[in-house]
Every structure is written in structure tokens, then in C-alpha cells.
């Protein structure tokens, strides 16, 4: 498909939401791309998605949700909240609906230090690749397009950009949001190539991730921890494990604390021989989580733990694009769905109707946004930091770690989402009311 029928495809849905006169296109068909996707079609805005994989892929396998990730999938779109309810796995004993976490000793066989718990929901879990599919089948035909790599972005004389990809096709639109991931081509050309936040940061640690199947995982660990979502901690070590695809398969991610990552790619081919010599030190249980890795591979753990701005004029960034994160607290892609969440409700709000209008908008979403998710990756390696028994203020106390980890995550999940909308809205209504019109704010 090249320019023109891309074109053609932008004008149809433009014409159906005859309000709106623009069009946007997301670059990246993750989780925040697609919701933003479906947010914005289902309140008329001609979007158009670009995914650079050419195939889908099972890498990162399971993600983590809370209930600030819940309530923003139901606002984006109730559509998605019902794929994502079909697919969803909580906690496997009844007893344990409400924890998002145990917390254990890692060093023992699995001394409980803390059962932190998120009232209401619990936790719930999905497998990344299969949610993804499932987010496709809620965008128009025609909207979504894999195998498109974005090697360059131009301004045009119109104030349209130019979106060029690596198989020679390009496309236009009036506005950009880039969703294209921690290695996001986008935050390059937004922040600059050479600039000191455009590229991902270290995190001083790897892991090793896999799933196996739900039987032998009981098989290894017992019911209660193969069943159940669970985190063992020790000095520069953790397993994370919890169940997803309703509980058939048991996601596995073993960290471990390493000054600096040497090889050239961030992913690379490991061994289970490996992977126990690696934890040979770190608990019986540990042990045993990265004894049913098989094949594992061994990724490099990075982050954005700073960025400038989220925006320039209309082009902006959402989820891992603007704010990647490590796994420790799993709140990174619930930040992508809040992301999609306001981002779609300022473009649609009714102030909003031509293309000059949408810097305003993401004037507006940075303002809100930026600081709630740079906090998030902030405190994220912070609790790593924790769990692997060296935070600065907590050490191997496992009295100290209980008591942060008890009341380190309120404030993530239980972020009133309708009063974010409504500041992000307010700030932006302020901003059109003033005299300041700067593209480059």
C-alpha cells in the first residue's frame, strides 16, 4: 500500500467525523498506540496506526495491571476493558482477590515479608502479544499497518508531516504521536539525535524472562506459589512470577544486579546453565523459578528516567516512547493507557477542531503527564533497589522493606483519573484563552 491509498484512508475517516478537521497518525501498534488508536477513532478522529515489526512477536510475554490501569482502559473505551477482562488473569486462590503482590524472603523458602494488597481489584495479568492482537481487531479496517518502520519525519510547507518508512512507502498527516517503544525512533527526531535524552539509560541490572506451562510450574514451586503472583527477594537478586492466559501459563522474570551491560545488543541468547550459575546464591526458590527456563534469553534492563518535554508543535510521544520503565512496581504500561487516556480526551474535547489547535493539546497532555510519569520510572528503579535488599534506606531489613512496600504504591493506583482529565483540559482551555501560540512551546 503506498502514499496515495494511505492518503485515501485518511481522508474517508476524516470525512466521517466532518467536526474534527485533521488527522493523526500513531507510530508504534503497542498497547499505547492501539488504545490511543481506539480512543481517538471511537470519538471520531480519523487515526491511522503504523507498526514497524513486520510479525508479531512474543517478547516481554506478561504484563501486571492495578486498578489506575483498570479504570483508564474502561474510560479510554469499554472495549477495551471487555478484551482485556477475556483474556485476564488474577490471583489463583480465592483468598487472595485483593493482593497485588507477596512479598518473600528470597533467601528462605519463601518466608512471607508483606502481602501488599490493592482493594478492589487485586492484580490482574495479561500476555502482551495476545491483548495487542485482540486491540487490532477494535480498529477500523484498513487503520492498522504492519511492516512499517519509521525511518524519517519532514514538516511540509502546509504544516502537514511527512511520516517515510524504511520500505520506501510513505504517509502524511496533520499530527504525530509517537508510541514506537524504549528504542522509539520518534523521541530521536523529537529530542534531537544528539541529545542526552534520546537514547534509554542503563538500569544496572538484567533479567531472564520465560513462560511455561501451568502444571509444570505447580510441579516445581507448589500450588500456592506457581498459582498466585509473587516476588522473592535477596541481596542483588529477585524472581517475579505470576499467572496469565486465565492462569494455563506461569510468567517468569529473574533479575540480577549488574554494573554494566557489555555486549552489543540489548537482547541476547543465554543458557540454563547460565541462568542457575547466575543464581546459584539466591534461594531455593529463585532457584527454582530459573530452573524451568529452558532456553532463556537475557535481556538488558534500561529506562527514560528524564525528558525535557513530551511534545514539540504536533508531534508528541506516549508510553515507552516518553517514559519506559523498569518492571519493578508493574505501573509502566498502566502509564500508557492513563497516556491514551488524557491525550484522547483533550483532542476531542470541542475546542479542538483544526490542525493548529493540537500543539495546545499536547501542550497540555506534557503538562500533566511528563511529571506523574517520570516519577513513576523514578521510583520504579528505586524499588528494585529495595527488593534486591540494597535501598539506601532499607537495606536487608526486612522490617524496613515491609513497611515501604505497604505504602509505596498508593498513590499510583489510586490516582483519580476523571480530575487528570479534567486539569489536562483546564490547561489547555487556558491556553487557548491566551495570547501564547509558540509550535515549539
Not at 255 to 267: A, F, T
Not at 296 to 322: M, N, R, V
Not at 347 to 376: G, N, S
Request: aromatic share 8%.
Amino acid at each position: 500500500m503506498g502514499i496515495r491509498q494511505y492518503s485515501e484512508n485518511m481522508d474517508d475517516a476524516k470525512a466521517a467525523s466532518p467536526g474534527k478537521q485533521f488527522n493523526i497518525a500513531v507510530v508504534g501498534g503497542g498497547l499505547s498506540g492501539l488504545s490511543l488508536a481506539i480512543g481517538l477513532t471511537q470519538r471520531g478522529i480519523s487515526t491511522q496506526v503504523y507498526e514497524g515489526a513486520s510479525s508479531w512477536t512474543d517478547a516481554g510475554a506478561g504484563l501486571v495491571f492495578a486498578k489506575n490501569s483498570m479504570d483508564a482502559m474502561r474510560k479510554i473505551s469499554p472495549d477495551i476493558y471487555e478484551a482485556f477482562a477475556k483474556r485476564s488473569s488474577g490471583q489463583g486462590w480465592e483468598s487472595k482477590k485483593t493482593t497485588y503482590m507477596d512479598y518473600r524472603n528470597g533467601l528462605t523458602d519463601g518466608e512471607l515479608v508483606t502481602s501488599v494488597i490493592c482493594a478492589n481489584t487485586g492484580q490482574e495479568s495479561v500476555h502482551r502479544t495476545l491483548f495487542a492482537k485482540d486491540l487490532v481487531s477494535l480498529l477500523p479496517e484498513g487503520s492498522f499497518h504492519m511492516g512499517k518502520r519509521l525511518i524519517d519525519l519532514t514538516t511540509r510547507d502546509s504544516g502537514r508531516y511527512t511520516l517515510t518508512f524504511a520500505d520506501g512507502e510513505s504517509a502524511d498527516a496533520d499530527a504525530v504521536v509517537g508510541g514506537d517503544g524504549i528504542k522509539s525512533k520518534c523521541r530521536q527526531i523529537l529530542l534531537g539525535e544528539n541529545s542526552s535524552e534520546a537514547t534509554p539509560k542503563y538500569a544496572g541490572e538484567f533479567a531472564y524472562r520465560g513462560m511455561v506451562p501451568m502444571e509444570r510450574a505447580v510441579a516445581v514451586l507448589g500450588e500456592e506459589f506457581a498459582r498466585n503472583s509473587m516476588v522473592n527477594m535477596g541481596p542483588d537478586c529477585l524472581t517475579t512470577t505470576y499467572p496469565v492466559e486465565k492462569g494455563t501459563l506461569l510468567n517468569l522474570v529473574a533479575c540480577r544486579s549488574l554494573e554494566k551491560w557489555e555486549e552489543d545488543e540489548w537482547v541476547v541468547p543465554s543458557s540454563q546453565e547460565a541462568a542457575k550459575s547466575d543464581f546459584a546464591g539466591c534461594g531455593p526458590v529463585m532457584q527454582k523459578v530459573v530452573s524451568m527456563m529452558d532456553k532463556p534469553l537475557k535481556w538488558a534492563l534500561f529506562d527514560h528516567p528524564e525528558c525535557s518535554t513530551f511534545y514539540k508543535g504536533k508531534f508528541a510521544l506516549i508510553g515507552d516512547a516518553a517514559h519506559a520503565s523498569t518492571p519493578h512496581q508493574g505501573a509502566g504500561c498502566g502509564q500508557a493507557f492513563e497516556d491514551a487516556l488524557v491525550m484522547c480526551n483533550l483532542l476531542a474535547d470541542e475546542t479542538i477542531q483544526k490542525p493548529e489547535d493540537i500543539q495546545e493539546a499536547f501542550a497540555a497532555y506534557d503538562a500533566i503527564r511528563r511529571p506523574r510519569t517520570l516519577k513513576v520510572v523514578n521510583t520504579s528503579r528505586e524499588n528494585g533497589e529495595i527488593c534486591m535488599m540494597r535501598g539506601e534506606s532499607t537495606g536487608e531489613d526486612l522490617g524496613k522493606i515491609k513497611a515501604t512496600l505497604d505504602e509505596r504504591f498508593y498513590w499510583i493506583w489510586h490516582e483519580d483519573l476523571d480530575q487528570q482529565v479534567e486539569t489536562a483540559k483546564a490547561t489547555l482551555h487556558k491556553r487557548l484563552q491566551g495570547s501564547e501560540h509558540n509550535l515549539l512551546a
